[in-house]
T-cell receptor, first 114, second 111 residues
Framework: DVKVTQSSRYLVKRTGEKVFLECVQD?????MFWYRQDPGLGLRLIYF???????EKGDIPEGYSVSREKKERFSLILESASTNQTSMYLC?????????????FGNGTRLTVT | GQQLNQSPQSMFIQEGEDVSMNCTSS?????WLWYKQDPGEGPVLLIA?????ELTSNGRLTAQFGITRKDSFLNISASIPSDVGIYFC???????????FGKGTKLTVNP
């Protein structure tokens, strides 16, 4: 059974801190995604990676960067956290070419920036 | 970025009632999908639709892929308390590997 594990369920950080959100998947999926979920706005794609060291900007990349040094791990980085980045962050992975049928989400990290 | 127009935003119903929600888009999608998110968890796929006009059922759930490929609906019959959650529609463009999501419908079922 595919497992996408996000390292923290809850995080509280201060404005200006550098924040790392970690995601690991155990099914050898090529694609990995970071989404942001806000009430009334649904899921919005921040960044997407289809291979190690490859990344593509999603719809809302401003204020974020990502790192994919190993196939199973995809990190989201907030270089200088701001209060408007308080949100639920969801990581997901899928098999290249299988698209949505193989897409699995983690349980999310709820980040609060004070 | 593109998002799908999903309605209603929230629903409060009594147990046993039927539920209907829909999604529209200005773009054509090759695949429409419906997800459910339980509190504290990530979204899970309920139904995937691949052909225009396709009607697919999964237990008490029925979903249709619109003829124009720009819309879809999800029906839940005889709702039960465990149907509570947020339902998302999503569209997949051909070959993109990425999904576009609706804003979600939050369903509350009163016993």
């Amino acid at each position: 059974d595919v497992k996408v594990t996000q390292s923290s369920r809850y995080l509280v950080k201060r404005t200006g801190e550098k924040v790392f959100l970690e995601c690991v998947q155990d099914m050898d999926h090529e694609n990995m995604f970071w989404y942001r979920q806000d009430p009334g706005l649904g899921l919005r794609l921040i960044y997407f990676s289809y291979d190690v060291k490859m990344k593509e900007k999603g719809d809302i990349p401003e204020g974020y960067s990502v790192s994919r040094e190993k196939k199973e791990r995809f990190s989201l980085i907030l270089e200088s956290a701001s209060t408007n980045q308080t949100s639920m962050y969801l990581c997901a992975s899928s098999l290249l070419g299988q698209g949505a049928l193989s897409l699995h989400f983690g349980n999310g990290t709820r980040l609060t920036v004070t | 970025g593109q998002q799908l127009n999903q309605s209603p935003q929230s629903m409060f119903i009594q147990e046993g009632e039927d539920v209907s929600m829909n999604c529209t888009s200005s773009s054509i999608f090759n695949t429409w999908l419906w997800y459910k998110q339980d509190p504290g968890e990530g979204p899970v796929l309920l139904i995937a639709l691949y052909k225009a006009g396709e009607l697919t059922s999964n237990g008490r759930l029925t979903a249709q892929f619109g003829i124009t490929r720009k819309d879809s609906f999800l029906n839940i019959s005889a709702s039960i308390p465990s149907d509570v959650g947020i339902y998302f529609c999503a569209g997949e463009e051909g070959g993109s590997e990425k999904l576009v999501f609706g804003k979600g419908t939050k369903l509350t079922v009163n016993p």
